[in-house]
């Protein structure tokens, strides 16, 4: 197959690239390098099988040749980026997901859109499953994602209603690994910043706050297999088991052997309190589950984090 993907040189999108092609099929990543790095896909460049072309998905990018499918995952999508982008956040999740649509459109492509658990807010639903319709703060300032990310997933059902094309949308809890950036401001390469130089450990409110860390190779088989599929509903991809802020902070410090203190900080704005997926439907749908475990998770990670530090 000949597969585009957005957002291809971020940190999912270029695992996902790699595991495309180590399946066979060629790929056409495109990105703006607002937030991706080049470096993320380097060891890619010189395939026969591979492109990688700088462009901007708010504006119409035309494509020769065929396209078997177009995967949407161009997106600031740390809160570190997102509040520091807003509007461009804004513009890719409606402009930018408008044209992927059009592209997939245009040459009769399957189309799959990664949305997001943020759909979902402060949920008062526990675990989330995707019928529920969450809880999210309009206004507020995380609202830029949250809410570009449910006018996408609406934009989606709209062209799979009209226009008959086959559509998938992943909610992608939180996972981690490689390739992650450095000040990127989410929890993983936040603590494992922190750990390796030293520094106290930044917890935000009492640290009782839950989430659920799924490792960036199980996420990525759930999008090939999302792809492949015949689901045009959203399905919850990430790891299921729960652990507190706290409990993974210990998990850090012993993994990482590190002594410093934990430094507590007010809880941000609209932080969701709770955050585990219900994954009955990608079992039954994909037959797909996390296999990772999040102590091999964090070993592979904390290699790479070592290594570019």
């Not at 652990?243 to 934990?262: M, N």
């Amino acid at each position: 197959m000949r597969v585009l993907i957005s957002g291809g040189a971020g940190f999912v999108a270029s695992h996902l690239c790699d595991r495309l092609v180590q399946e066979g099929h060629e790929v056409v990543a495109v990105d703006n390098f607002l937030t991706g790095r080049s470096v993320n896909a380097e060891h890619l460049n010189g395939k026969r099988c591979f492109q990688l072309i700088e462009a901007d998905v708010t504006e119409p990018l035309p494509v020769d040749g065929r396209l078997d499918h177009v995967l949407h995952l161009a997106s600031p999508a740390s809160p570190a980026d997102y509040l520091n982008l807003p509007i461009e956040t804004m513009m890719v999740g409606s402009i930018g997901t408008k044209n992927m649509l059009d592209l997939a459109l245009a040459h009769q492509a399957g189309f799959l859109l990664a949305s997001t658990s943020e759909c979902y807010g402060d949920p008062t639903e526990h675990p989330q499953t995707e019928s529920y319709w969450g809880n999210v703060n309009p206004v507020g300032a995380r609202a830029v994602y949250d809410e570009a990310k449910r006018f996408a997933e609406a934009l989606t059902m709209a062209y799979h209603r009209k226009h008959g094309l086959k559509t998938h949308i992943a909610r992608i809890f939180n996972t981690y690994g490689p390739r992650m950036k450095l000040q990127d401001g989410r929890v993983v390469p936040q603590f494992l910043e922190q750990a390796l130089c030293g520094q106290p450990l930044t917890v935000y409110g009492d640290g009782g706050q839950t989430r659920s860390f799924c490792y960036v190779s199980d996420l990525v088989d759930g999008l090939y297999r999302l792809m492949l599929s015949d689901e045009p509903l959203p399905v919850n991809l990430g790891n299921p088991n729960e652990i507190t802020i706290l409990e993974f902070v210990e998990r850090i410090q012993r993994l990482t052997g590190t002594r410093t203190p934990i430094e507590y900080r007010p809880l941000p704005e609209d932080d969701p309190k709770q955050r585990q997926p219900d994954i009955t439907k990608a079992r039954s749908v994909l037959g797909w589950e996390p296999r990772v475990s999040l102590e091999e998770g964090l070993r592979l990670t904390i290699e790479y984090f070592k290594r570019l530090m």
